[in-house]
């Protein structure tokens, strides 16, 4: 049986980056997007200028309801987005930027059978 692709990963990954970053960057601060089709990856990566998070807190990033140094929200997102993308055969990562902030990697595998 064929794995049935979830048309909301990559939509919802990209969004939860995106507001993740605005919240985390100071005001006039850069928000880069990035998006790189290596096989067999789609990336996309969202960087901030933001304070970034040790290794403990990227770890603890993706666990339901917590919340990073006086982040707002419910604490999902980033659940919901993992769930998503490994859902979907991909990964997701949070890794320091370079000169600071935090990257925030969804690797997705392209679906061949809608490509022309």
Same mark, same amino acid.
């Given at each position: 049986m064929?794995?049935r692709?979830?048309p909301?990963?990559?939509?919802? $990954?990209? *969004?939860?980056?995106?507001?993740?970053?605005?919240?985390? $960057?100071?005001? #006039?601060? @850069?928000?880069?997007?990035?998006?790189h089709? @290596? &096989?067999?990856?789609v990336e996309? /990566?969202? =960087?901030?200028e #933001?304070? +970034?998070l040790?290794?403990?807190? /990227?770890? =603890?990033?993706?666990? /339901?309801f917590?919340r990073? =140094?006086?982040?707002e929200?419910?604490g999902l997102?980033? @659940? *919901?987005? =993992? &769930?998503l993308?490994e859902?979907?055969g991909?990964?997701?990562?949070? /890794?320091p930027?370079p +000169?600071g902030?935090?990257?925030?990697?969804v690797?997705l595998?392209?679906?061949?059978?809608t490509t022309?």
């Amino acid at each position: 049986m064929r794995h049935r692709r979830d048309p909301r990963a990559a939509a919802e $990954s990209a *969004i939860n980056a995106l507001e993740n970053a605005v919240e985390a $960057s100071p005001p #006039g601060g @850069a928000i880069t997007l990035f998006v790189h089709a @290596a &096989s067999p990856w789609v990336e996309v /990566r969202v =960087r901030d200028e #933001g304070q +970034g998070l040790d290794e403990h807190e /990227r770890d =603890r990033a993706f666990d /339901r309801f917590w919340r990073g =140094r006086g982040g707002e929200g419910t604490g999902l997102g980033l @659940a *919901i987005v =993992r &769930s998503l993308v490994e859902a979907d055969g991909g990964e997701v990562e949070l /890794r320091p930027a370079p +000169g600071g902030g935090l990257d925030a990697v969804v690797r997705l595998r392209p679906d061949r059978s809608t490509t022309r």
